[in-house]
């Protein structure tokens, strides 16, 4: 309550929770939004900002019950179709995902993030070819924004399509020269081909800016273990394992590139074979 016991002014609210999203604070958005909706149970925009911040909190049934509410006012909201999607995935709910997806792309074909979200989820269940469909559908719709075309050259990666992979991040490259994602994965496709040397200049200058990368100090060691510079590897290994152990060993022990130090005692001994 405001002075003389007047309500507080919602657009006052609304601009302090925007705030608190900016700041990655999205528990206080949360807060905030709840505030404005007791006021106005139907406010659009704080309903899908609430979503938004459930999602952020990985609070996700709580944010498909608020994106429901969102579809009740109006069903064919896109926006609102597209993040309970995200919601729905990210509860493990494949099918539910897809089809909210679907609905959002019905809603308006013109909405890039559906068909980005939607290209993600194909990606995960293996259906590849259909990923990249869908995705190349995002691009065409924006080609503005380098994540659909970034997720489209990991995708052609794991198709063993290394060649298009390696063309399509040095294209977000070109465009998008500040793009980390892209500049590492080109490192990988550049690795993937072997070609090891043009990989390692790749990964020293994102290590020049984050030194403490675990993926890219990995895919370094990945790189010295196939170039045969074994002590090299190793260290690098080291350091990327005591960044995160359990990830970084799994990872070690199934690498092709690591074959050869199988029965190198430094090696067994780092990834506990």
């Known amino acids: 309550m405001g002075l003389f016991g007047s309500k507080e002014n919602p657009e006052d609210i609304r601009y302090n929770a925007m705030s608190m999203m900016e700041r990655n604070q999205p528990k206080a958005a949360v807060s905030l939004f709840n505030k404005i909706l007791k006021q106005n149970s139907t406010d659009t925009e704080a309903l899908y900002n609430k979503g938004l911040a459930l999602n952020q909190m990985k609070k996700y049934s709580d944010a498909v019950t608020c994106f429901d509410k969102l579809l009740e006012i109006n069903p064919k909201d896109a926006q609102a179709l597209n993040n309970k999607g995200i919601a729905m995935a990210e509860n493990g709910n494949i099918q539910a995902a897809s089809e909210c997806y679907d609905e959002a792309i019905v809603a308006d074909p013109k909405y890039a993030a559906s068909f980005f979200n939607k290209g993600v989820l194909l990606d995960k269940i293996q259906e590849h070819e259909l990923a990249l469909t869908v995705l190349e559908k995002a691009i065409s719709i924006d080609s503005r924004k380098p994540n659909a075309m970034v997720y489209k050259g990991i995708v052609l990666g794991k198709m063993k399509r290394h060649e298009e992979a390696l063309n399509c991040f040095q ?27 043009k990989a390692l200049d790749v990964f020293d200058d994102i290590l020049k800016k984050y030194k403490d990368n675990v ?59």
């Open 171 to 197: 294209n977000v490259c070109k465009k998008h020269p500040s793009n980390q994602d892209a500049f590492f994965q080109k490192g990988v496709q550049l690795a993937e081909l072997g070609k090891h040397e």
């Open 215 to 273: 993926n890219v100090i990995y895919a370094k060691s990945r790189s010295k273990a196939a170039l045969k510079k074994y002590p090299e590897a190793l260290e690098l290994l080291k350091q990327a394992i005591s960044r995160n152990p359990k990830i970084i060993r799994k990872w070690a022990k199934e690498e092709p590139m690591f074959t050869i130090l199988h029965n190198d005692d430094k090696f067994r001994a780092l990834v506990k074979l």
